[in-house]
């Protein structure tokens, strides 16, 4: 017997993806079209990149929390995250589906009264509100989340002897386990600085306190913090029934709920950690439920949940423009999305396939964005199939922030398509073009004439 021709091991370190004791799974499938829509007729109509949004997912998403929720307890009401997705389009399915409108500026407060949310169904949260927005609120008797002193001396002097009273609730943040701890927010509980705030609410004139809010934090990957939470507000209710002989209207767990996306640095995917909507509705309701609030004044459940509700029905598509060779010899791929568009891909590692079939052989890949800027990066390192210049990918679970939070840097910002219940593809924001970027400029007149030689 021939002996074997001995072969010399090989250490290569991995940049992509970690093994388990079944290897790395490297069988990527494409994403070729989005409800019943090819993604290559998608970007050959509206362009390159675009950003497509799914309607049927957002209500089956929404439909999904709601239920997790009121088949737990009796009074819940949805207010939807205007920060989240403030896109008309897409706040107007969610106030079709019965949900309120959360606001953090005047700006969002405007869009909110636009799509045609009554004052009194809108949330006014946030530490920027000005006199002119305060008044606003007031006189359309609108929930006043207050976040700070000064906020509440605002208040006070806006209602004294105006005959106008401003429905009020108090953020407060508090310890629930969750590092680090979210306090720049509101009013302390642990402090007494939130207690404080109540006193000095209820011996207030033409102020009634109807609700009491808390938002501990964001992307909270368990749900018992949230159980420890809604146990404080429903001991501050408690309180103020005993000492003040006034009843909270309602208890607002603000949101923070997941999504399914990667976070980075994550061992696990999302998909197999995020806890589910029965998770949360479960550590909630059974906190309030079970609190010693009597049962005859239990408050209405709030919830501004916002990312989960958005998240699986975002995606971005876009184009390849280039293999590179980097110096260590790794692959990079060069797409014509970039992190002006795609601001989550900063803390998550999105999910990034193919429009197309392909060849299932991989390759430790770094995906650049367009931008002339190092930091410029989709996917640090990912296993990826060699795709050709003109070959399509398709990015999913971007709907929450993207379209809040993207930069025009650079490029224009694309394109944004919602595929309604029928399967149809429509434009819901237009592309920036030249004359769109410029309306706003002014050249004063010195500066009319140049002169280069």
Same mark, same amino acid.
């Given at each position: 017997m021939e002996k074997?021709?001995?072969?010399?091991?090989?250490?290569?370190?991995?940049?992509?993806?970690?093994?388990?004791?079944?290897?790395?799974?490297?069988?990527?499938?494409?994403?070729?079209?989005?409800?019943?829509?090819?993604?290559?007729?998608?970007?050959?109509? @509206?362009?390159?990149?675009?950003?497509?949004?799914?309607?049927?997912?957002?209500?089956?998403?929404?439909?999904?929390?709601?239920?997790? @929720?009121?088949?737990?307890?009796?009074?819940?009401?949805?207010?939807?995250s205007y920060k989240t997705n403030y896109l008309n389009a897409v706040c107007r399915v969610y106030h079709q589906e019965g949900s309120w409108a959360e606001v953090v500026s005047g700006f969002e407060?405007?869009?909110?009264?636009?799509?045609?949310?009554?004052?009194?169904? $809108?949330?006014?949260?946030?530490?920027?509100?000005?006199?002119?927005?305060?008044?606003?609120?007031?006189?359309?008797?609108?929930?006043?989340?207050?976040?700070?002193?000064?906020?509440?001396?605002?208040?006070?002097?806006?209602?004294?002897?105006?005959?106008?009273?401003?429905?009020?609730?108090?953020?407060?943040?508090?310890?629930t386990g969750i590092y680090p701890q979210w306090d720049r927010f509101g009013f302390n509980y642990e402090n007494g600085e939130a207690w404080t705030a109540v006193n000095k609410i209820l011996t207030a004139e033409n102020i009634e306190l109807v609700g009491l809010h808390t938002h501990i934090g964001t992307f909270i990957m368990t749900a018992e913090p949230y159980a420890v939470a809604t146990r404080k507000l429903a001991d501050l209710a408690v309180r103020i029934d005993r000492k003040f002989e006034h009843v909270i209207k309602y208890i607002d767990m603000g949101g923070g709920f997941a999504s399914k996306n990667t976070l980075k640095g994550a061992y696990l995917p999302g998909s197999d950690t995020c806890p589910s909507f029965d998770d949360y509705a479960?550590?909630?309701?059974?906190?309030?439920?079970?609190?010693? $609030?009597?049962?005859?004044?239990?408050?209405?459940? @709030?919830?501004?949940?916002?990312?989960?509700?958005?998240?699986?029905?975002?995606?971005?598509?876009?184009?390849?423009?280039?293999?590179?060779?980097?110096?260590?010899?790794?692959?990079?791929?060069?797409?014509?999305?970039?992190?002006?568009?795609?601001?989550?891909? @900063?803390?998550y590692e999105h999910n990034i396939v193919p429009a197309q079939d392909h060849q299932q052989d991989t390759e430790d890949t770094t995906i650049y964005g367009p931008l002339c800027m190092n930091i410029d990066v989709i996917r640090g390192a990912v296993q990826f199939p060699l795709l050709e210049k003109g070959d399509q990918v398709v990015i999913s679970r971007i709907g929450a922030y993207n379209m809040t939070q993207w930069l025009q840097f650079i490029t224009y910002r694309p394109r944004v398509v919602m595929i309604n219940n029928d399967g149809e593809a429509q434009v819901i924001r237009e592309n920036e073009n030249f004359d769109s970027m410029n309306m706003l400029d002014k050249i004063p007149g010195h500066l009319e004439e140049i002169n280069i030689k």
């Open positions: 074997a021709k001995f072969e010399r091991p090989v250490i290569t370190r991995i940049n992509a993806g970690v093994p388990d004791k079944f290897g790395m799974k490297t069988n990527i499938r494409p994403v070729t079209e989005i409800d019943n829509n090819s993604i290559r007729e998608l970007l050959s109509e @509206f362009g390159s990149p675009l950003f497509i949004l799914s309607e049927k997912t957002i209500r089956e998403s929404y439909r999904e929390a709601e239920s997790a @929720f009121k088949t737990r307890y009796p009074r819940v009401q949805f207010a939807w407060y405007e869009k909110a009264i636009a799509n045609g949310v009554p004052g009194n169904k $809108i949330i006014f949260n946030g530490p920027d509100k000005s006199v002119k927005d305060l008044e606003m609120a007031i006189a359309n008797g609108s929930l006043i989340h207050i976040d700070h002193f000064d906020e509440l001396y605002d208040i006070i002097d806006l209602t004294k002897g105006s005959g106008n009273k401003a429905k009020v609730a108090i953020r407060i943040n508090m310890d479960q550590a909630i309701t059974d906190a309030l439920i079970n609190s010693d $609030i009597r049962h005859d004044k239990m408050p209405t459940l @709030f919830l501004e949940t916002g990312r989960a509700l958005i998240d699986d029905a975002g995606y971005l598509a876009g184009t390849v423009l280039a293999n590179k060779r980097l110096a260590d010899g790794r692959r990079s791929l060069v797409i014509d999305i970039g992190v002006n568009m795609l601001f989550t891909s @900063f803390w």
